[in-house]
């Protein structure tokens, strides 16, 4: 019987630990998409210890062919740019990993995959690259997946080294993620770590735009208490000061940032609802125009702001 095959595309810090642990179980062969080709990356964890996760890393769709597992872990503001690397590996046969922050996990992709399956997960860990070819993961790797027949069997691909919650509510789940990731878009705007969230006024607004979260995701039909807005405020305000995101790094790196699917959506679905989201609405297109934005959303978003004033 062949073995599974599973492809990583996109070995950034969140791929490259999903790799670790695809590698570890012994139970699939693996291939690895990115932009840059490499032989080896190496993968650091207090948990685990060091492991190189043997390449190659290849740079050119044409060089792979179908897998049973395709583990997308690109940011979500890049998922346009793997077509080429889908269409060579998916088939109806395929189940895509959707490894990624948001909400719209399988309406971000399945115009790109229209016959596999789709399988949205909720990360739950922090990684990063700390040099070429090395990544640092920073807490105990764990994601929350549907509980379903494909939801199980990933579970099993990579089990032992990555914990897999399966869950009912998976929407819940999401938009619980989402709150604590659009509160930490204060960090981008302000190029700061998590020591602003111990000033009065910045706490205030974290608590102000986790609730705005919270009102939209119930509208979509997250279960979501009021209290959790104090929780995320609070919870970035006992980080250590000098934590930050993966947004914040983006932001202090002048790339583009993953602003659409981290805060754009509660603007979009809360007018969509016809529910205020007034911190939304300014802090989104400070977002889009805070650094360079390729993407057409980006353009339309500053267009806006330049029309009105």
């Keep these: 019987m062949a073995m599974t095959r599973v492809a990583i595309v996109g070995v950034g810090a969140i791929g490259a630990t ?7 179980s012994g139970r699939a062969e693996l291939v690895l998409c990115g932009r840059t080709p490499a032989r080896e990356v ?3 964890s207090p948990w685990s210890g060091s492991k190189g996760v043997m390449g190659p890393v290849l740079a050119t769709p044409a060089d792979v062919s179908e897998a049973h597992w395709v583990l997308l872990a690109v940011k979500a503001h890049q998922t346009p740019d793997t077509l080429g690397w889908l269409r060579r590996l998916t088939s109806p046969d395929t189940v895509v990993a959707v490894l990624q ?4 996990h399988r309406e ?3 115009s790109l995959v229209p016959a596999a399956e789709i399988l949205p997960a909720v990360i ?3 990684a990063r690259t700390t040099a070429p070819g090395r990544v640092t993961v920073n807490s105990a790797p764990r994601l929350t997946v549907p509980d379903s027949v494909h939801g199980r069997a990933f579970a099993d691909l990579i089990r032992g080294g990555v914990e897999v919650d399966l869950t009912d509510d998976f929407v819940t789940e999401s938009w619980r993620k989402l709150c604590r990731n659009a509160v930490a878009a204060l960090m981008a705007l302000t190029h700061r770590p998590a020591e602003i969230f111990r000033d009065d006024g910045v706490h205030s ?3 102000r735009l986790a609730a705005e979260c919270i009102r939209v995701g119930r509208a979509e039909g997250a279960v979501l208490p009021d209290s959790l ?3 995320i405020a609070d919870g970035f305000a006992r980080q250590p000061p000098d934590s930050g995101s993966s947004i914040l790094a983006d932001a202090v790196a002048g790339r583009p940032l993953e602003w659409d699917a981290r805060n754009g959506v509660i ?4 007018a969509r609802h016809g529910i205020p989201t007034p911190v939304s609405d300014t802090l989104v297109p400070l977002l889009a125009c805070g650094t360079a934005q390729p993407r057409a959303a980006a353009t339309a978003t500053c267009g806006a702001i330049r029309s009105t004033t």
Excluded: P, S
């Design 18 to 24: 999903m790799a670790a642990a695809v590698q570890a």
């Design 42 to 44: 190496i993968v650091d």
């Design 101 to 104: 922050n948001g909400v719209e």
């Design 108 to 110: 971000r992709v399945v």
């Design 124 to 126: 739950w860990f922090g």
């Design 205 to 207: 607004l974290a608590l």
């Design 229 to 231: 807005a104090r929780e």
């Design 267 to 270: 603007r979009r679905l809360g």
